[in-house]
């Protein structure tokens, strides 16, 4: 009997292992946006994202159960922040005038956020899942790469499923494609500073291999981005090992070096045909960009509907753009300040720049390789969330739930 106890010990399952592909899946949910961009994701006969979310949420229950779980401090103000911010926009539905936006916006920002806070939140606190993340990542970057480059020399643009050549789906293509090549790239720069001789010029050659791939579709935002976060990743694991001259070192070659690849482009104009990130930066970046419009619009009407806001959703309305939610404040503390008033964005405040003040706090107490992973994961998504996206994008509550991640600790039960 005994006998047979040791073979079944032997031969069960190991569900921690089961749990930790839930890393995998998160990256595939971050990034669905500009996966359906790739050529051989475009056709398929089911939703990426939602079949992504199927499989995350029982593993997410597998992993929550498999591990035992101590929370730092730090922590609770941020989640009380979101909580209250979900419950807030939900009553400012009542006096909003929008029906169709209203609609969309607050199943995802009220169901959906949730859902991804707590996946960040549990995938940056466990090793293993977190380990996939990182790898599912490093390839999804790539990937979104080398299809956008085959995509626009073919002239075809492919979003969701759909293709086609309209403006609105090809500039949020080009920002959700190089929002993954960002972090990828930021990724393979940490990749860099760990690894040493042919395998840390080999992840250089990704990092500039994945900036190359950023100048192609015009995303300025996602090449400020990659260009920033690929330095203060890995400068953040110097600071936290306490190599702070390192850090000044990092800074200056990384500039340098952006610099001067910057100016061998523009030396001659020849050289950036066909890299439309390059000519939308020397057409006059704020002239040709409508965010100072619309920013200048949401401090107006948050004025004038102070001090409860316009309600969920209604900015496009007053603004009298109509329910078109493509024109949103493009910044997440005005959008929260406009449509819920002082009560949004105090509540905002409190999850987002709370929640991020955690996360530095927690770098003389997490492991340099684990800060820099979230760091590379969160700092492109925190650029998008102030010159871009709504309360309703899912990428932004998973990089908060990172960011909140660093105040979590998971060990096998």
């Known amino acids: 009997m005994s006998g047979l106890s040791g073979d079944w010990r032997a031969t069960r399952l190991d ?147 759909l293709v086609g050549a309209r403006p609105d789906l090809v500039r949020v293509q080009y920002q959700l494609a190089g929002l993954a090549m960002a972090c990828a790239a930021s990724l393979a720069a940490v990749k860099a500073l760990e690894a040493s001789g042919l395998r840390r010029l080999a992840w250089i050659g990704l990092v500039l291999g994945l900036a190359a791939g950023v100048l192609l579709p015009g995303g300025r935002a996602a090449l400020v981005a990659l260009a920033l976060t690929a330095i203060s990743a890995p400068a953040a694991a110097l600071w936290a090992a306490g190599r702070r001259r390192a850090v000044l070192g990092l800074g200056a070659g990384g500039a340098g070096l952006a610099l001067a690849i910057l100016a061998f482009l523009m030396l001659d104009p020849s050289r950036m045909d066909g890299l439309r990130t390059l000519e939308r930066l020397t057409e006059g970046p704020v002239e040709a960009s409508a965010r100072p419009v619309l920013w200048a619009a949401a401090l107006d009407w948050a004025g004038e509907s102070a001090p409860f806001g316009l309600g969920t959703g209604g900015f496009t309305i007053a603004a009298g753009h109509g329910e078109r939610r493509g024109l949103y404040p493009h910044n997440h503390a005005l959008e929260s300040l406009a449509e819920g008033g002082i009560p949004g964005l105090v509540l905002w405040l409190m999850a987002f720049a709370a929640g991020l003040w955690s996360a530095f706090r927690r770098l003389g107490h997490v492991s340099p390789g684990r800060i820099a992973r979230i760091a590379a994961l969160v700092l492109p998504v925190a650029l998008s969330v102030m010159v871009s996206t709504d309360l309703g994008n899912r990428m932004a509550w998973f990089a908060l739930g990172l960011a909140l991640s660093l105040s979590l600790e998971s060990r096998h039960g």
Do not use: H, N, Y
């Not at 749990?19 to 994701?41: I, N």
């Not at 994202?49 to 498999?66: F, K, N, Q, V």
């Not at 419950?87 to 859902?115: C, F, N, R």
């Open 15 to 161: 569900v921690p292992a089961l749990a930790a592909p839930l890393g995998a899946c998160a990256a595939v949910v971050q990034f669905a946006g500009a996966l359906k961009s790739t050529p051989m994701l475009a056709s398929l006969p089911f939703d990426l994202t939602l079949a992504a979310l199927a499989l995350s949420i029982p593993l997410m229950a597998l992993l929550l159960a498999s591990r035992r779980w101590r929370i730092g401090p730090g922590i609770a103000i941020p989640l009380a922040g979101c909580g209250g911010l979900w419950l807030w926009m939900t009553i400012a539905g009542a006096w909003s005038p929008s029906d169709e936006i209203l609609q969309s916006k607050l199943p995802e920002l009220v169901l959906l956020g949730p859902l991804m806070l707590a996946m960040g939140m549990a995938v940056g606190a466990d090793a293993q899942a977190r380990l996939w993340l990182v790898g599912s990542t490093l390839v999804i970057g790539p990937l979104v790469g080398i299809s956008i480059a085959i995509g626009l020399s073919q002239g075809a643009v492919v979003l969701g499923g």
